[in-house]
């Protein structure tokens, strides 16, 4: 299907950058589910209707967005949240007021957005691969794991996959998961995870969907949070338990090279509403706290 069935023109805010924007729906530029092409942004999912891709296409100040099969409507009529441009403000440019550095970086990246997808199970699936490893073991798994469940997504790019359904998920026994890199506990987190995914997605609010999530043996706050910051936009959402978060907040306002989640949250809690927002605000600038020691390793849990 090369032909939208369903489009609709959006209007950003000026200064509005839609690749930033969208960048935390991306695991990277080779993501098999989402990407940007020629300017475009393409997001391949599921919705109620039937699998569905968005196209989003900036065109003179405007956002065009195109949806492809049967749940074309739906992403369309969700394209707002899903460029962030229901992202509110309000409050924050008071709040970054309290730190120079966030209200310089406010002001600088002030087109940078949240997104809300409105879908938890699709963000969750890459969360759970994420937890305790490097960034490049967690996207081999993530990426072979939808090569797995191989569906082609509707639209005119390809390759471009779905997601796998949460009950394929669930079906899965865990050993097929091991020579993707992922271990028992991980695999074991998903499945279980999957088997109650329907209840997870009728969470009205971020604050439900984190009570039930890290009520699901193998997810904490930090996995939640990396969740409700992109199915709902959360923008308070810390990711508590992070290897470099701590580090590079505590570098960033106070000048410290090192910092526990406790002195994180410290720091952070000025900005209590946003914190999420001020911790994606040093990600956008590039913002790292210095370096010290061997990288992780990458393992292996293909022999096991």
Known sequence: ?????????LRPPAGYRLAASVRGLTFSPYDPCARVAAGTFWWATRTPAGPATLALRPAAGDLVAEGYGPGADWVVERADAVAGL???????ADLAAAHPLVARLAREHHGVRMPATGQVFPRLLRAVFEQKVTGKEAYRAYAAT???FREAAP???????LPPTAAAVAATPYWVFHPFGVEQRRADTLRRAAAVADRLERCADAVEATRRLTA??????????????IAYGDPDAVSVGDYHVPNTVAWALAGEPRGDDARMLALLEPFRGHRGRVCLLLEAAGIQAP??????TIRSFAGY
């Not at 997810?219 to 910051?229: F, L, Q, S």
């Open 1 to 9: 299907m090369s032909t939208p069935t369903a489009r609709r023109t």
């Open 86 to 92: 229901r992202d509110d403000l309000t409050g924050f």
């Open 146 to 148: 939808v090569r797995h």
């Open 155 to 161: 639209g005119p790019l390809q390759p471009l996959l």
């Open 216 to 229: 699901i043996p193998g997810i904490g706050p930090w996995t939640a949070a990396e969740v409700v910051r």
């Open 291 to 296: 370096k010290y020691g061997p990288r992780a």
